[in-house]
């Protein structure tokens, strides 16, 4: 049976690493077109090419656009481009984010806020404003990533889940302002995922990998592609009644 998505127009933030490259590829497998974007420039280079692709002019190949979403002015132009080569948006994976560093608050610093808040949160209202005119109505989507931190708080990361903590109720607010346009909103919430800002592997000892193997009852970390699969169902047709769910991806977290 074909997916779906097969011929989907579909925009990309934070694509160029780790859940987004991942969901890219799975995207790209199910046959959908790709405005593959990321602030890394090298990042989705190398996302479109283990897509199989090159930039091109053809409407039916995945492009690449480096994007910092914390920049309304850049969102607003990147969506043009992208509007203006495939004419509309299908779907929009709302992934760009910076992962949390733990520290207390009193060693945190003004620029850290207002770069996890523009990035995680605002980045989220940037792109999501800018592309609602041009959304397929009805059978349009967005996907925005939160995160464990979305609900479940922890000393040291007060402000990395209040952009996620965010991320939900933005979300679910606009879950409820374009369904009646036939434009659904979901979240996922990822749980540990081995990407390369991850926390623990940031850090890159065996002792802070275990602990996050050993905090979930599967006993492993999630890979990008856990997460991929899931937002491939999400956008598809197959949840089409999900609107303002949260789906947790994180192997059920020991508390
Ligand atoms: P990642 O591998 O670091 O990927 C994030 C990508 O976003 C990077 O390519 C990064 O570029 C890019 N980015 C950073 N600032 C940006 C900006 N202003 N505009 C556009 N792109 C920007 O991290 P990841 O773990 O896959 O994270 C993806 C999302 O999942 C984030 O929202 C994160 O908070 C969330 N999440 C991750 C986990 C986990 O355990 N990994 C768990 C829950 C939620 P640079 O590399 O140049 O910074």
Known sequence: ????????????????????????????????????????????????????????????????????????????????????????????????????????????????????????????????????????????????VSSISGWNPSAGTAIYCATKFGVIGFSKCMALELGPKGLRVNVVAPGYIDTPTNAGIAKGTAEARGRMEQGNALGRMGTPDDIAGVVAFLMGDEARYMNGSVVEIDGMLKT
């Open 1 to 144: 049976m074909p997916s779906s998505l097969s011929g989907r127009v579909i925009l990309l933030t934070g694509a160029g690493s780790g859940i987004g490259r991942g969901t890219a590829i799975k995207l790209h497998g199910l046959g959908a077109i790709l405005a593959i974007t990321d602030i890394n420039e090298a990042g989705i280079a190398e996302t479109l090419e283990l897509c199989g692709s090159s930039n091109t002019n053809s409407t039916s190949h995945h492009t690449s656009l480096a994007l910092d979403v914390s920049k309304a002015a850049d969102v607003e132009k990147c969506v043009m481009d992208v509007v203006s080569r495939y004419g509309h948006i299908d779907h929009v994976f709302n992934c760009a984010g910076i992962n949390p560093t733990s520290m207390p608050l009193t060693e945190t610093s003004e620029d850290y806020f207002d770069k996890l808040v523009g990035v995680n949160l605002k980045g989220t209202y940037n792109v999501t404003k800018a592309t609602i005119p041009h959304m397929t109505t009805p059978g349009g989507s967005y996907v925005n």
